[in-house]
């Protein structure tokens, strides 16, 4: 369990490094704590060491997990969402991360209303076109914002991705950069209905670069929690 307080202070250290280096409030880059397969003692104990973001790839694990976590904590939904279970997390999770497709939004939309909430959602986008992640493709984003802005039920609050695995995540630098312009480009068009407020990119092994480059919102498992089996 201590070794969980430590990784959240070293990373915490790590990023106010960065944003003192880059000219950032070290307190505008919210780390998301990744709880997927990890216990909901550890969890409780992250939140008690100061995580108040916890992320889930999963909707069955956020049913499983959701009475047993302390009650003072934005959960996000950061796996693919599947239609169908939508219905199930919408009074639950405060972002969803992975909106990819219009048929999911437009459910996402209806539950939200239905329940009398307006549901933050993030768009993701695959911007390296790895045939294995989901995500629109990069070009496709202004047309895809601009198709989400008229659903009444969400609020399109900024942009995901993942980045390709690289043992050098320098690598990944371009990606990031690259999403980035994206997101400034679309927080300067004014959309209605849209407001690009986060920028969710970065994880265990690239979340420095991502920061670097602008992300806001990082998402880290591994780094906190320590090796786990998981699929992404
Ligand atoms: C698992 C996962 C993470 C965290 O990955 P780590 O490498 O363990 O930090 C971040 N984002 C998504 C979408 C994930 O599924």
Not at 70 to 84: K, M, R, S, Y
Not at 191 to 212: C, F, H, Q, R, W
Not at 224 to 229: D, E, L, Q, V, Y
Request: proline content about 2%; overall charge neutral.
């Amino acid at each position: 369990m201590q070794e969980i307080k430590n990784n959240i202070i070293a990373i915490s250290r790590d990023i106010s490094d960065i944003c003192i280096k880059k000219g950032k409030a070290p307190d505008s880059i919210t780390i998301i704590a990744v709880t997927k397969t990890v216990d909901t003692d550890r969890i409780n104990y992250a939140i008690k060491c100061g995580i108040r973001n916890i992320g889930e790839n999963k909707v069955q694990e956020i049913m499983a997990k959701y009475e047993k976590i302390e009650e003072n904590v934005n959960w996000h939904l950061i796996g693919h969402l599947q239609t169908n279970k939508v219905k199930y997390i919408i009074d639950k999770v405060a972002l969803i991360h992975s909106v990819d497709s219009i048929g999911l939004a437009e459910e996402i939309s209806k539950r939200a209303e239905k329940a009398g909430l307006v549901k933050d959602v993030l768009v993701q986008v695959n911007v390296a076109q790895e045939e294995t992640k989901f995500g629109i493709e990069y070009d496709d984003t202004d047309s895809f914002v601009e198709r989400l802005s008229g659903f009444s039920g969400i609020r399109v609050k900024g942009l995901m991705t993942i980045a390709p695995y690289y043992d050098d995540a320098e690598l990944a630098r371009p990606v990031f950069r690259q999403l980035k312009e994206k997101f400034d480009m679309l927080a300067a068009a004014g959309i209605p209905n849209v407001n690009m407020k986060y920028l969710s990119m970065g994880m265990t092994n690239d979340y420095k670069v991502a920061i670097e480059e602008g992300s806001n919102m990082v998402r880290i498992g591994t780094g906190i929690f320590g090796a786990r089996n998981y699929d992404l």
